[in-house]
């Protein structure tokens, strides 16, 4: 079966067909500057996708641009598939499912009034998230769709780790809690380790994921199940990131709201877009260029790449004794697959833990690896993520029963 996966946002439109027999990615695109005057798709086909189609047109709304993306699928030239038939059904993330979701679903009317009643805490994605369902709807009725939700799967944690010190009232009355993000690929990570290491004979009980992007959070997972993570009610708390601050004490919101006088939503614009990476290191927020950066001798990238360092390396210890011990460690997404330095840093130091990197094995970008020593008694992988692929799996199982 082929699986369309969409990833809608605001103004534009990720997407994937994968074959799911083969699970080979064979058309992917772009679909940019929705509802505005001019606005571009970009689609990719062929051998590793390196074919390039752009059409600049206009995307009135979300339904005109899932139009384009179906036409460029079946287009005499640049297409992949006959008719739009072949596709059996639809994936879609979705940011938000709040505690009403702990795992993915058909798309019905009670999970698209869910996805809605999620909205006060996904204010810009779930919209966009449902506008994307909605318009596959129209253009492609009768296909199943399927929701997946990146909160899902963090849903498993105790009370003690996702309730937060503010009155339980607003627990009660506003659903004020953390939630966690990036579960999709948290589960899928954590998934493909414990079939990998159930292979290899490594211990698997209790895991650390750390997916580190340009968004980045760590989870604990023991057999299987979420206990913790980094990421909070929204995508900012936790680690520093690109451009996301991460923990910062409350207070410093007021703080630099009365001294700087801005109101309380851009200062939090502040934290989400101007601080991080970019903010510390006024370079980038491009891990690749922070640390060319700092190889050039820049002050604040290095300080930057230290606070990055160090930031992890105490969620690591944290999450570690939260567990009661480690087998575990896994490092994924854009830095953590390709950034051997920046995993040799975080590890640094945690011997006590059990953690010894092989230098020579941690030479590696994007692929399935050991990275840690024979005597280590944690084992540390680097295992690519891959969340288009897990949503068309979810996608997949649902829509088969
Ligand atoms: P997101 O999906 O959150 O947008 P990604 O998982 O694609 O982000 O990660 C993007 C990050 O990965 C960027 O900071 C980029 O610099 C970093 N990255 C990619 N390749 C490398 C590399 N070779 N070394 C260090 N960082 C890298």
Redesign the pocket.
């Known amino acids: 079966m082929k699986i369309l996966v969409i990833n809608a946002g605001s103004s534009s439109l990720k997407y994937q067909l994968i074959d799911m027999d083969t699970r080979d990615v064979i058309a992917k695109g772009l679909a940019e500057r929705i509802g505005m005057d001019s606005s571009r798709l970009t689609h990719r086909y062929g051998a590793d996708c390196a074919e390039k189609y752009v059409v600049d047109t206009v995307f009135k709304d979300h339904t005109s641009a899932i139009q384009m993306v179906l036409d460029a699928l079946v287009d005499a030239q640049h297409g992949v598939i006959a008719d739009t038939k072949e596709i059996g059904a639809v994936g879609h993330r979705v940011l938000h499912g709040g505690d009403k979701f702990t795992a993915s679903c058909i798309v019905d009317d009670a999970c698209k009034n869910a996805i809605r009643a999620c909205y006060p805490l996904g204010p810009l994605h779930n919209p966009a998230n449902l506008q994307g369902i909605l318009a596959c709807e129209k253009v492609m009725p009768g296909t199943p769709q399927v929701a997946v939700f990146d909160t899902a799967f963090h849903q498993t944690m105790p009370p003690k780790a996702f309730m937060y010190g503010v009155p339980k009232k607003y627990y009660d009355k506003h659903a004020v809690r953390r939630y966690g993000f990036?579960g999709t690929s948290h589960r899928y990570v954590s998934g493909r380790a414990a079939q990998l290491l159930e292979e290899k004979g490594y211990k698997h009980d209790k895991m650390i994921v750390a997916?580190?992007?340009?968004?980045?959070s760590l989870s604990a997972v023991v057999d299987g199940k979420c206990v913790d993570t980094s990421m909070g009610l929204t995508p900012l708390e936790g680690v520093l990131?690109?451009t996301r601050s991460g923990n910062v004490d409350p207070a410093v919101v007021e703080f630099i709201a009365n001294l700087e006088n801005l109101s309380v939503t851009n200062t939090l614009t502040m934290l989400n877009k101007e601080s991080g990476?970019l903010g510390i290191s006024g370079v980038?927020?491009?891990?690749?260029?922070?640390?060319a950066a700092a190889d050039a001798g820049n002050e604040n990238a290095k300080l930057a790449l230290d606070m990055w360092q160090y930031g992890i390396k105490k969620y690591i210890g944290a999450y570690a004794a939260a567990m009661g011990g480690l087998d575990t460690l896994i490092f994924?997404?854009?830095?953590?697959?390709?950034?051997?330095?920046?995993r040799w840093k975080v590890c640094e130091g945690l011997e006590f833990l059990g953690i010894k990197i092989d230098p020579e094995a941690n030479k590696v970008?994007g692929e399935e690896k050991l990275i840690s020593t024979p005597d280590s008694k944690v084992s540390v992988w680097v295992i690519p993520?891959n969340?288009e692929l897990a949503i068309a799996m979810d996608t997949l199982e649902l829509t088969s029963k």
């Open positions: 990036h997916h580190l992007g340009n968004g980045s990131m690109g990476l980038s927020s491009d891990m690749r260029d922070v640390n994924t997404a854009g830095i953590g697959e390709n950034d051997a330095l920046g970008r993520t969340e």
